[in-house]
Nanobody, 124 residues
Framework: QVQLAESGGGLVEAGGSLRLSCAAS????????MAWFRQSAGKEREFAAA????????AYGDSVKGRFTISRDNAKNTAYLQMNLLKPEDTAVYYC?????????????????WGQGTQVTVSS
């Protein structure tokens, strides 16, 4: 059973940057796609970014496109989310997710494994 653990969250001022990491244990990613989702207080969890196993294809939610970059290092079983030009509205719990399938999908139900989440708070 693959387990995912996020790290790198914290408090940052608007305009700043953070890099989130997602480490897998208890198995490998195989050939599956990985994603980051986020959930703000009182809102539904939303898709932020996803990446294929090779890293050759990525996808982003409209609210983060151009500011966030997803990447992965399969040798380290780790995925990353580089977040730049952060805004107060980026404040949320960020979740890492992995799926057995290789194709990127946006709905949450398409992912088989989830981390516990890491809090990101952006102050104005």
């Amino acid at each position: 059973q693959v387990q995912l653990a996020e790290s790198g969250g914290g408090l940052v001022e608007a305009g700043g940057s953070l890099r989130l990491s997602c480490a897998a244990s208890g198995g490998t990613f195989g050939s599956g796609a990985m994603a980051w989702f986020r959930q703000s207080a009182g809102k539904e969890r939303e898709f932020a970014a996803a990446i294929t196993w090779s890293g050759g294809v990525t996808a982003y939610g409209d609210s983060v496109k151009g500011r966030f970059t997803i990447s992965r290092d399969n040798a380290k079983n780790t995925a990353y989310l580089q977040m730049n030009l952060l805004k107060p509205e980026d404040t949320a719990v960020y979740y890492c997710a992995a799926r057995k399938g290789s194709i990127i999908v946006r709905p949450q139900r398409g992912y088989d494994y989830w981390g516990q989440g890491t809090q990101v708070t952006v102050s104005s």
